[in-house]
Nanobody, 121 residues
Framework: QVQLVESGGGLVQAGGSLRLSCAAS????????MGWYRQAPGKQRELVAA???????NYADSVKGRFTISRDNAKNTVYLQMNSLKPEDTAVYYC???????????????WGQGTQVTVSS
């Protein structure tokens, strides 16, 4: 099995910064893609930022220039540096990974448990 463990959420004032981390562990052969989604109350889950299987990065238009995704491949860890936070960034942030598991060499999608980010005005 594979687990995604997130950390780094919390309460911050508008204009502040937070850094989220997500570490994948378990029976991992390779991690093909990894990124962050968020879901605000009453809204659908949306992509925030992600590394694609081709190694490119995708960002939501709403976070471009403010958020930066990075990764440590050796640790199967992805980070999200969030600067200039706004109240509308308030949401539960979920880590997502497309993982090739060791046993079957099959690809599965995994989600973290979510971490709350609250930005006060």
């Amino acid at each position: 099995q594979v687990q995604l463990v997130e950390s780094g959420g919390g309460l911050v004032q508008a204009g502040g910064s937070l850094r989220l981390s997500c570490a994948a562990s378990g029976s991992i052969f390779s991690v093909n893609a990894m990124g962050w989604y968020r879901q605000a109350p009453g809204k659908q889950r949306e992509l925030v930022a992600a590394f694609t299987s081709g190694g490119n990065t995708n960002y939501a238009d709403s976070v471009k220039g403010r958020f930066t995704i990075s990764r440590d491949n050796a640790k199967n860890t992805v980070y999200l540096q969030m600067n200039s936070l706004k109240p509308e960034d308030t949401a539960v942030y979920y880590c997502n990974a497309l993982v090739v598991v060791t046993a079957q060499l099959a690809t599965y999608t995994y989600w973290g448990q979510g971490t709350q980010v609250t930005v006060s005005s």
